[in-house]
């Protein structure tokens, strides 16, 4: 009997590592994230867990309701605008969906899978980052490397990177680590990410994961990376126990910060050039702002939706003008702002939950907040399923009063039955 219920254990380990995998696969590993192939073949095999595991009369009316507020203003916008699209919409239904039913299926072991998850592929790129100080090595890889995805992309501007799935061979002549991610800043992200989760987790900065995770940060040489880096070690280290003594600590650090912004070439100077080529360029962060706070002035409540040809009066693709980086400002021209406070609150609530869950200082789940902003800040984030899953997070870490102490590896944890 403790054979049959060891095997079923590990058979539901192995599903939820499949199923975060693919929740940030289709938000962000080249092979995978710019295909909606792989987003729907994702959401079939998340739902087939999810009925297996009877979550389908466990759906959170909360779920119902935010699903209803985006599917509802895309409708509106449609109309609006004149220009429904019923595939916009399953898209966007399929999106919240994915990412609801991974969360539902996996609950509350998705962080700890996801953090593990981020480590596995930073120990890989690490190896791989040393063989890019062997070019003739690295060349080598990039001939033999996959090149093309089983469901090619439909918008040209995207080509895929040579990649082995876990992998990616984009910014090694600049000897920046990417990961398997799409670029170097995008393996930042979900980094930043890991990191902040992990400290919400284990309540300290000081930790083996944590450590690799900066490290691979650092290889990354993405400067909203590095921003977000600082802003999340000084602002945990501050808030996590608050004392006087920690001002004198944080003082000189902030010092040499500033002194490494004014001289690393892709911090203070890299910012300066994305400022000076705003007017002109869309492909800078600042650019891509300036450009949407002009369609945000003209229609700041409803929003233009996903459909280009509302923004535009024309749906042929037009780089220069219709390329965005800036992910907080893009948002905000599709959904508009209602729906923006919507979402970025409910970020707050799953970090709020996640805080509560662990016993961490709740205001991390404000650090977790502006944390999550100045990523989006700097990629187009908020399309992806993974970042959609994070709203809901909540729904796997709500608690009742029933709380019980087990042994999970070398930690003591505090074992909450969840609220469905």
Known sequence: MSAIVRNNSNYSLIWDYILVFLLVATSGIVFFYSNEEYIAIGLIISLAIFFKRGMLGKIDLKFILILSIFILGEVIQSFYFQSFSLKSVIGTFGRFAFAYVVIKSVGERFIDKYINLIYFLSIISLVFYILFFFPSIT????????????????????????????????????????????????????????????????????????????????????????????????????????????VFVLAPMIILFTVLIIN???LLPKIKDNVIIAENDNSSRFGSALSDYELIYENPILGYGRDIGNMYNTSNWNIKKMHRNNGITNFVTQWGIIIFVIYFYNYKKSADSICIYYKSNKSLSFIFLISMILLGFSQGLFQYPFFHALIFLQFSYSLIETVSLVKESQDVRPIREITN
């Open 139 to 246: 060349n080598k890889l990039v001939s033999i490397a996959i090149k093309d995805s089983l469901f090619p992309s439909k918008n040209q501007f995207y080509q895929m990177s040579p990649n082995f799935i876990l992998i990616t061979f984009n910014g090694y002549q600049q000897l920046r680590n990417s990961g398997p991610f799409w670029e170097p800043g995008a393996f930042s992200v979900f980094l930043n990410i890991a990191l902040l989760l992990n400290i919400l987790v284990k309540n300290k900065i000081a930790d083996k994961k944590n450590i690799v995770f900066i490290i691979t940060v650092i290889t990354t040489l993405s400067t909203a990376g590095f921003l977000t880096l600082f802003f999340i070690i000084s602002a945990v280290y501050f808030f996590l126990r608050p004392s006087l003594k920690k």
């Open 264 to 266: 690393i070439p892709f």
